[in-house]
Nanobody
């Protein structure tokens, strides 16, 4: 059974930092591209950051220079370090594992709220 379990969300003031983690089980983690998405009510899910199986990364323009995605294949875990947080970063953040165009998995999400 595949599980992606996110943690690390919470309430933070503008300008603060959070580190999200996503622990995977039931998959060969190193074979999967790992993404972080975010979503607000009534809006489409937005791709935030991607790390490939080789460690190459890519980011949405809105988070470039502030967020860093990384993976630890030994721990089957992907991270999202979020710095200089803004109120518009408030969302539910989802971990996503991609093996192919037809094989992918989602976590249950973790709430991030940026507010003073």
């Amino acid at each position: 059974q595949v599980q992606l379990v996110e943690s690390g969300g919470g309430l933070v003031q503008p300008g603060g930092s959070l580190r999200l983690s996503c622990a995977a089980s039931g998959i060969i983690f190193s074979n999967h591209v790992m993404d972080w998405y975010r979503q607000n009510p009534g809006k489409q899910r937005e791709l935030v950051a991607t790390v490939s199986t080789s460690g190459a990364t890519d980011y949405a323009d809105s988070v470039k220079g502030r967020f860093t995605i990384s993976r630890d294949n030994a721990k089957n875990t992907v991270y999202l370090q979020m710095n200089s947080l803004k109120p518009e970063d408030t969302a539910v953040y989802y971990c996503h594992a991609v093996r192919s165009v037809i094989i992918d998995y989602w976590g249950q999400g973790t709430q991030v709220t940026v507010s003073s």
